[in-house]
C-alpha cells in the first residue's frame, strides 16, 4: 500500500456543474477525513467517517456537499452547482484507530478550479 | 472556530542554519503534528506529539509538547535545500472536530 490515493489530481470544471472526487484511504485505517485548503491557508476540515459511518460535518459543509463512504473503504465527495468560490485543493486524510488522538496521513490532493 | 497561530509566518535564512517555529492556541490539544507541504502536494507528517512536556525528534527535526497543552514548537537543524516548504501545526481536540491547522510557515533557505 502506497498511501492515500485522490483522484483526479485536477479538475477544472464551469460554474453549475457538478463534480465528484474519489479517496483511497491507506488499507485497514477506518477513520477518514476531507479537508479543504485554500492559497495561503491550512486545511480546514470539512467532514469525517469512522468506517461507513459520516460522523461529523463542518458548518463549510454547504447542503451543495455531499460525501459518502458506502463499504467502509473508498470515500467520495461530489459538490453540485459548483461555484467560483468552491475553488480550492481538497485534501483526504485517513488515521489508522479510531480514537482522536491520532496522527492523519494526507493524499495529494485534488485540485478544482472552477471558472 | 478555533485558530491555532503559528509563527513566523515565513522565514529566510542560509543553508546550514538552525531553525525554529512555533504554534500557540487558546484551547488545550490533546495531540499536536507538525506537516510538510511541498507545492501542489499534501501535507507530509513529520512529527506527532501525545503528551504534554514530549520531546520529539525525527532526524534533523525536533519537536516538542508545551506543558500547558497550548502550545508546540518544531526545530530544524543545519537546513538543506529540500528542507524548503510550508510547514504547518495542527492540533487534535479542544473540542473541535478533526484536526485544527495553523496558517503555515513557509521556509525559503537561500544558497
Known amino acids: 500500500d502506497t498511501g492515500v490515493s485522490q483522484n483526479p489530481r485536477h479538475k477544472i470544471t464551469k460554474r453549475g456543474q457538478n463534480v465528484t472526487f474519489r479517496c483511497d484511504p491507506i488499507?485497514?485505517?477506518?477513520?477518514l477525513y476531507w479537508y479543504r485548503q485554500t492559497l495561503g491557508q491550512g486545511p480546514e476540515f470539512l467532514t469525517y467517517?469512522?468506517?461507513?459511518?459520516?460522523?461529523?460535518k463542518s458548518r463549510l459543509l454547504s447542503d451543495r456537499f455531499s460525501a459518502e463512504r458506502p463499504k467502509g473503504s473508498f470515500s467520495t465527495l461530489e459538490i453540485q452547482r459548483t461555484e467560483q468560490g468552491d475553488s480550492a485543493m481538497y485534501l483526504c486524510?485517513?488515521?489508522?484507530?479510531?480514537?482522536?488522538?491520532?496522527?492523519?496521513?494526507f493524499g495529494q490532493g485534488t485540485r478544482l478550479t472552477v471558472v | 472556530g478555533q485558530q491555532l497561530n503559528q509563527s513566523p509566518q515565513s522565514m529566510f535564512i542560509q543553508e546550514g542554519e538552525d531553525v525554529s517555529m512555533n504554534c500557540t492556541s487558546s484551547?488545550?490539544?490533546?495531540?499536536w503534528l507538525w506537516y510538510k507541504q511541498d507545492p501542489g502536494e499534501g501535507p507530509v507528517l513529520l512529527i506527532a506529539?501525545?503528551?504534554?512536556?514530549e520531546l520529539t525528534s525525527n532526524g534533523r527535526l525536533t519537536a516538542q509538547f508545551g506543558i500547558t497543552r497550548k502550545d508546540s514548537f518544531l526545530n530544524i537543524s543545519a537546513s538543506i535545500p529540500s528542507d524548503v516548504g510550508i510547514y504547518f501545526c495542527a492540533g487534535v481536540g479542544g473540542g473541535a472536530d478533526g484536526l485544527t491547522f495553523g496558517k503555515g510557515t513557509h521556509l525559503i533557505i537561500q544558497p
Open positions: 484551547s488545550i490539544f490533546n495531540t
Open positions: 486524510a485517513s488515521s489508522p484507530r479510531s480514537g482522536l488522538n491520532t496522527e492523519a496521513f
Open positions: 488499507s485497514e485505517h477506518n477513520r
Open positions: 467517517f469512522q468506517n461507513e459511518a459520516q460522523l461529523e
Open positions: 506529539l501525545y503528551k504534554a512536556g
